[in-house]
């Protein structure tokens, strides 16, 4: 799930958004087609490292030897394309002194990218040899997700079926930069005319509660607690899910309504900071572990570009001091003190002095640092146009906000269902 952003040799032409809709399935044939093909990867993985090749180029004597075979063509280049990426990453792993002595079994699995085709009365047809086909029934939600649009890739597994597809959308017209600020207990988004904080402290009871429901398990059977226990888990991650779909779709709305881009930071490397062994609680450990922050970065920009919002992915040295800087005056915000309950999620600017929410800080800063960046990759008249427009939004952008940011609070329960923005 993507965007990919094509030129024409203009400014923004339009967006190939892809996605994926996975049906069940239970055919025997197509198991026994993944092992033919598991074993295929098996011996060309072997046979790129007896000769050290590693791309598909090289691959041409190996092909070569699946001549007398019965597998078509599509399963073939397939095989041979995933040993070549196999054989690329154990080499990368290996360049960075991790050694590879026991390789993991590969996941049964096979990616085409043709030989497949769907009637029009949504009967998929999966090559299994020359002339031979599996044939299945697409259920009602497959078909009308397929209608009008490009299928790209069928990914086969022993018990589902993943078909890629495709659409062009043209981007917005962009009048502004909303900075999105993930949290483990929200999600912060706007720009300084109006900042949104969708609650997802629901999401955090959820997994305390799933936890405390799994430690007080007390079978002696350790193989049935773990069947229970994912059971518990999998509902769990259903739930939170949910919510995070129904927050995302709300502030990709938002943008595609006002003429936003979307400005997320850099977190990766984050879970480094929670390592056992950082004089850090175990509580404390698992409720940052847990915190979905990779899933919530994903939905955002496969749905962005599929309503043709473009994306932008701050750096880490452009996001630094994003919440500990004011937003308005660029001065170095001070913690309240531990006994200051009422002040727990705010930071107070002495030049100003005003407490300022942390998470709308960080997103009203993070507003302005997109808006930098898309200025700096714009023409020069454009970019002039866009810093100056009539709303004011990218000038008060750049020399700070005046005014009182109004911050507007939503369930993400109900997030999904809102038709206009709530009143404070």
């Not at 069940?24 to 050290?52: F, M, P, W």
């Not at 922050?293 to 962005?304: C, F, I, N, P, V």
């Not at 932008?312 to 170095?332: D, P």
């Not at 600017?349 to 997109?370: H, I, T």
């Amino acid at each position: 799930m993507r965007a990919l952003l094509i030129f024409d040799g203009r400014l923004n032409c339009y967006l190939r958004a892809t996605k994926t809709v996975v049906q069940k399935h239970d055919s025997q044939l197509l198991r026994a087609l993944l092992d033919g093909c598991l074993t295929v990867t098996y011996n060309a993985i072997q046979y790129g490292r007896d000769n050290e090749i590693s791309n598909r180029k090289g691959m041409k004597g190996f092909y070569a030897t699946l001549k007398g075979t019965n597998l078509p063509s599509c399963y073939k280049v397939a095989t041979i394309t995933r040993a070549c990426a196999i054989l690329r990453s154990r080499a990368k792993s290996e360049r960075r002194g991790i050694a590879v002595r026991h390789p993991k079994p590969l996941r049964p699995m096979i990616c085409i990218i043709s030989g497949f085709f769907i009637t029009a009365k949504g009967r998929l047809f999966v090559p299994l040899a020359r002339d031979r086909y599996e044939d299945i029934l697409l259920n009602r939600h497959v078909q009308s997700v397929l209608r009008n649009v490009a299928v790209r890739s069928l990914t086969v597994t022993s018990g589902s079926l993943s078909i890629c597809y495709s659409k062009e959308t043209r981007p917005v017209d962009i009048r502004s930069v909303y900075g999105v600020d993930r949290n483990e207990k929200n999600l912060t988004f706007g720009n300084l005319e109006k900042v949104i904080q969708i609650d997802l402290s629901r999401a955090v009871r959820i997994r305390r509660a799933t936890r405390r429901m799994v430690k007080s398990f007390r079978r002696n059977d350790f193989r049935i607690r773990k069947i229970i226990a994912s059971k518990y888990w999998k509902r769990a991650s259903n739930r939170t899910s949910q919510m995070m779909h129904a927050a995302t779709n709300f502030a990709v709305r938002s943008a595609v309504e006002n003429h936003a881009e979307l400005a997320l930071e850099d977190l990766g490397g984050i879970r480094r900071m929670y390592h056992r062994g950082r004089s850090q609680g175990r509580d404390y450990r698992f409720r940052l572990n847990s915190w979905a922050y990779g899933r919530t970065h994903r939905m955002l920009e496969y749905k962005a570009g599929w309503y043709g919002v473009t994306f932008i992915r701050l750096t880490k040295a452009e996001t630094r001091g994003s919440s500990t800087s004011h937003h308005a005056c660029g001065e170095r915000l001070r913690s309240p003190e531990r006994s200051d309950v009422a002040h727990r999620r705010m930071l107070w600017c002495e030049a100003c002095n005003v407490w300022v929410d942390r998470d709308v800080n960080a997103a009203l800063n993070l507003s302005k640092r997109g808006l930098t960046r898309l200025a700096s990759s714009l023409p020069q008249q454009v970019a002039r146009e866009l810093l100056t427009g009539e709303k004011g939004e990218a000038r008060e952008a750049v020399r700070g906000n005046e005014t009182a940011t109004p911050i507007l609070r939503v369930d993400a329960s109900k997030s999904g269902v809102r038709a206009h923005y709530p009143s404070t």
